[in-house]
């Protein structure tokens, strides 16, 4: 019997990358990603420039995907598009796209959560790994959320523990701008944390009960510090950003590993599968690796192409509601505040 091809448009549109992609059932087959510099020059996201610039994009995203996919809209079966939780006037713009579209051709629309997706993400066929078997632990961890999860099943998540306030990824950020580094500073705290020493500065690490995170405190210390440290040598940052950087990248990634820790030692469960942006910092790498040898863990990251935002992972969430013909109704609306 030949086996049935489904095709789903997939779209994202929650923060501040536009992205459309096109898979065959669980493949994926195109997944265009247009990420918006314009936010760079503010040093965050800024919302309402966010929401223009998606605008602009989306409907060349969606072109190219399919042009990529050489699949022409008749022959989409369904379309996923990302319901939240995310920027509302972000949201808005995929979540109208998709509606419309849907419509206009008379198939199916399905709704997705963008945390379902970053874990689901492990799914897609085309991973180096295979994907964790149920029951795993997932760590998302990017720009935007912090979450410990417990995944029992493909749509049956619960959220073990989540930042209070910054997620991880803003924490990286917002101690590289105190630095005067450039927006998104993640990659360059990365970069030149692996020429510094990790133990040179020493900064609090927050206490905080259970599986939940703050790091808040982290950027007001650093803050402080660095402030102390110009008053006797205004050269400071500049004659020590490595050791710097390699002291608060070590923070960060021993919250993450203690939290980790926990939830293994409460669980019992030793898989473990991240996803998010931060997923690209090459210290939780060598941290991940080196807890498969260390404490018997087995770790799972997706592609990164998979990591970041991106709408191949709304795509397969879509491909497996597709299956279950769970889809969602022409009255939907995006939901900026969407719990897992
Ligand atoms: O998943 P993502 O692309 O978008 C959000 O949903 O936020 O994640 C972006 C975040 C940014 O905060 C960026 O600084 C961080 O991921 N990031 C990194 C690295 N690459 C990206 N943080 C630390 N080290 C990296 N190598
Ligand atoms: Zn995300």
């Not at 492990?122 to 078997?133: A, R, V, Y």
């Not at 060598?286 to 970041?308: H, M, N, Q, V």
């Not at 709408?311 to 995006?334: H, P, R, T």
Request: charged share 20%.
């Amino acid at each position: 019997m030949k086996s049935q091809e489904n095709f789903i448009l997939a779209i994202e549109s929650s923060c501040d990358d536009t992205s459309a992609a096109v898979l065959c059932n669980d493949t994926v087959l195109s997944n265009v990603v247009a990420t918006q510099h314009i936010h760079e020059q503010y040093g965050g996201v800024v919302p309402e420039l966010a929401s223009r610039a998606h605008q602009q994009n989306i409907v060349p995203v969606v072109h190219q995907a399919l042009a990529k996919a050489n699949i022409a809209k008749k022959q989409l079966s369904a379309i996923a598009f990302t319901r939240g939780p995310g920027l509302m006037g972000s949201l808005l713009v995929g979540t109208s796209f998709a509606k419309s579209m849907a419509l206009g051709l008379g198939i199916p629309l399905i709704e997705v959560n963008h945390m379902q997706a970053h874990i689901m993400a492990h799914f897609i066929k085309g991973n180096e790994q295979q994907p964790p078997s149920f029951p795993f632990l997932a760590m998302t961890i990017s720009g935007g959320h912090t979450q410990i999860i417990l995944v029992k099943d493909h749509f049956d998540m619960e959220v073990l523990g989540e930042t209070l306030d910054d997620a991880v990824g803003e924490a990286f950020d917002k101690s590289a701008k105190l630095l005067g580094l450039p927006y998104p500073g993640g990659p360059l705290i990365d970069e030149y944390a692996k020429k510094g020493n990790p133990k040179a500065f020493v900064f609090p690490k927050p206490k905080v009960e259970g599986l939940n995170f703050s790091f808040s405190g982290l950027k007001t210390s650093i803050l402080y510090f660095i402030q102390k440290q110009q008053k006797a040598n205004p050269d400071f940052v500049k004659e020590n950003l490595h050791d710097i950087c390699a002291s608060i990248q070590f923070t960060i990634l021993e919250i993450l590993m203690d939290k980790l820790k926990l939830a293994v030692k409460t669980t019992k469960i030793k898989q473990i599968a991240i996803g998010g942006g931060v997923a690209a910092n090459s210290g939780i790498r060598s941290r991940l690796k080196a807890a498969e040898t260390d404490l018997g863990w087995t770790t799972y990251i997706p592609k990164f192409e998979y990591c970041t935002d991106n709408a191949a992972m709304i795509g397969i969430v879509g491909y497996y509601k597709y299956l279950q013909q769970d889809f969602a109704s022409q009255n939907i609306a995006a939901k900026a505040r969407y719990i897992l």
